[in-house]
Nanobody, 125 residues
Framework: QVQLVESGGGLVQAGGSLRLSCAAS????????MAWFRQAPGKERDFVAA???????YYANSVKGRFTISGDGAKNTVYLQMNSLKPEDTAVYYC???????????????????WGQGTQVTVSS
């Protein structure tokens, strides 16, 4: 049984930083694709960033240059380092995993097989 557990969310002022973690069990992320999506109140769940086995990374334009996705194979954990946070980054952030690293495109929700419960990120102005 695959489980994804997110942590690291919280309240931060604009311009601050947070690091989200997603611990995966029952899945070896090094042979899969992992991603972060986010959902603000009243909006759809949008793609944020993804990483495939081999290290290729992908980012939404809105976070490029501010967010960094990375993975630790030994810990089966994926991270999202978020810097220069803005109030519009406020959302519930979800970790997602796809069994295959060959998924395309990475920004489509339906490509992912497993989802975490989400962690709240609130950025105050």
């Amino acid at each position: 049984q695959v489980q994804l557990v997110e942590s690291g969310g919280g309240l931060v002022q604009a311009g601050g930083s947070l690091r989200l973690s997603c611990a995966a069990s029952g899945l070896t992320w090094s042979s899969a694709a992992m991603a972060w999506f986010r959902q603000a109140p009243g909006k759809e769940r949008d793609f944020v960033a993804a990483i495939k086995s081999g290290g290729t990374t992908y980012y939404a334009n809105s976070v490029k240059g501010r967010f960094t996705i990375s993975g630790d194979g030994a810990k089966n954990t994926v991270y999202l380092q978020m810097n220069s946070l803005k109030p519009e980054d406020t959302a519930v952030y979800y970790c997602a995993a796809a069994k295959s690293a060959a998924i395309v495109p990475v920004a489509v929700r339906s490509r992912y097989d497993y989802w975490g419960q989400g962690t709240q990120v609130t950025v105050s102005s």
